[in-house]
């Protein structure tokens, strides 16, 4: 089975999630197709948790390939559905449930 693609997104403005954006950073993206439909994207952050957020404040980027494994973490395995960490309860994961677009096991 071929490997998807990887996608990124240059974060080009915070809004109102200045605690948990970084403007000018690479964020890599999770494919969420629910989400896409809402006008929300999906990044993966520091911690390796994905997060839902309007996809008006980023822009998707081409990565060139030397730098696709540094950018998407490859020493950090990908979240699985459902693995969010309980403490980690925020305006972010309040969107995801109120749109129905919560991460599902």
Avoid: N, W
């Avoid at 605690?19 to 989400?35: C, E, F, I, N």
């Avoid at 911690?47 to 998407?72: C, R």
């Avoid at 979240?79 to 994961?93: E, I, T």
């Amino acid at each position: 089975m071929p490997r998807k693609k990887s996608r990124f997104v240059l974060c080009v403005a915070q809004g109102t999630y200045r605690a948990s954006l970084q403007m000018r950073k690479v964020y890599r993206v999770v494919d969420d197709p629910k989400a896409e439909a809402h006008g929300l994207v999906r990044v993966i952050d520091e911690s390796g948790e994905g997060y839902l957020f309007p996809a008006s404040l980023f822009v998707s980027i081409e990565v060139p390939t030397k730098a696709v494994l540094v950018f998407s973490g490859t020493d950090m395995p990908l979240p699985r559905p459902g693995s969010r960490s309980p403490a980690r309860v925020g305006a972010a994961q309040q969107r995801d449930a109120r749109c129905g677009l919560a991460m599902s096991a």
